[in-house]
């Protein structure tokens, strides 16, 4: 007699397989075994994903075709247990992380304005990871990227789930390979496409490689999923390059967010800079205003604000509030020194020049310091 008829009373153990999309499995092969023997169970699910077993109570390890075992306990007359496929990793990478070439990578295209907000928005990027990753965070801190990278790597093949491929792509693109982390980022899109950090991630990973055309289509669709999230809009923001900012739908999807959150002083703000940016001072105005109503504190806006006065002392009162509300924030100095110049102020006019250039050599000592400290990787193809 087989194990299972050892004991009269027998309990059902029911349940669902689900692929990664939370669809019915038919078809799939589902393994049941006693902990502790050696005999194992097997039935197939149905057209609905479905399957069933009657065993007697007790411990067992059940798992479906191609998962790791899941323990469970059987006890009474019914027991249900779902199970979820995960997606599998389903090619290999076409790139190798062959080594760590040296610090004096800069990376980025364009002006220095472009490259700085490729850092800004890698950075953003990396503010999207959960810490979880012990071992690659030990690696990364001791100084040994290239040993995280491939724990990342590692973690992802095993278990190509939505975080483990972010976070893999994420190391990629803070290490200077924007197309290989847009390689990962993109098998992250296909399996999870509701993912709106990993499309954000893929939209940074192309505009850090140059390809601002696709930077832009991703951009657009992380923002898209939930028109009233302000996360992706934030990133939106962050852009210098025309080839987004000058793209039909991005000033649109700028002006529904402050339509959507009127009371939101960013959402007012960013769509307010859209307009600046295509000199429709007048619209942008009452925007800026109501910003700074809605918060005093957003310095930028009142930089914004001083750039578009037409009247100069207004424009030093505006320059005067975005210092107090942002005393780092190096431009407003810098045009706050050139109002004072032009106003015959030179003794104020140098006071802010001083405090302008102090502000922005910290900034550039502390970038370059940050790009010195990033180690970049060589990228090789897979067998060279």
């Not at 790791?68 to 059987?74: F, G, P, S």
């Not at 950075?123 to 290239?146: F, I, N, Q, V």
């Amino acid at each position: 007699m087989g194990w299972q008829t050892t004991v009269a009373a027998l309990c059902l153990l029911t349940g669902r397989v689900f692929d990664a999309q939370h669809h019915p499995a038919a078809a799939v092969k589902v393994y049941l075994q006693s902990v502790g023997k050696k005999e194992i169970l097997s039935v197939q699910t149905d057209s609905d994903g479905r399957y069933r077993f009657s065993v007697p109570a007790g411990s067992y390890a059940i798992h479906a075709e191609g998962e790791r075992d899941e323990t469970i306990k059987v006890a009474g007359e019914r027991e249900t247990v779902d199970l979820t496929l995960q997606p599998p990793f389903f090619d290999e990478p076409a790139f190798t992380v062959a080594g760590v070439t040296d610090n004096t990578y800069r990376g980025g295209h364009g002006a220095d304005t472009v490259l700085r907000s490729t850092e800004a928005l890698t950075k953003s990027t990396e503010a999207l990871a959960e810490p979880h990753h012990t071992m690659a965070e030990d690696y990364e801190r001791s100084g040994h990227p290239l040993d995280a990278v491939h724990e990342f790597q590692r973690a992802a093949e095993l278990d190509a789930s939505e975080t483990n491929l972010f976070d893999w792509a994420t190391e990629l693109l803070k290490h200077g390979a924007p197309q290989q982390a847009a390689e990962v980022f993109m098998k992250g899109a296909k399996l999870f496409p509701h993912s709106e950090r990993t499309l954000l991630g893929l939209a940074t990973a192309y505009y850090a490689a140059g390809e601002y055309e696709r930077a832009r289509d991703w951009f657009f669709k992380a923002v898209d999923l939930d028109p009233n999230d302000a996360r992706p809009y934030a990133f939106l923001s962050t852009v210098q390059r025309r080839e987004i900012t000058d793209a039909a739908g991005f000033q649109e999807r700028l002006a529904r967010f402050a339509r959507l959150q009127p009371e939101n002083a960013l959402a007012n703000y960013y769509y307010a800079l859209s307009l600046c940016n295509q000199h429709s001072y007048k619209n942008a105005r009452p925007l800026l205003m109501k910003a700074v109503r809605l918060d005093p504190h957003l310095g930028n806006a009142y930089l914004q604000l001083g750039i578009i006065a037409q009247d100069k002392q207004e424009a030093i009162a505006d320059f005067e509030k975005a210092i107090q509300a942002s005393p780092e924030l190096e431009e407003a100095h810098y045009r706050l020194s050139e109002a004072y110049r032009v106003g015959g102020n030179a003794e104020r006019a140098k006071e802010e020049m001083a405090i302008y250039q102090r502000l922005s050599n910290e900034t550039s000592e502390r970038i370059e310091r940050e790009r010195a400290e990033t180690q970049r990787f060589v990228i090789g193809l897979p067998g060279h």
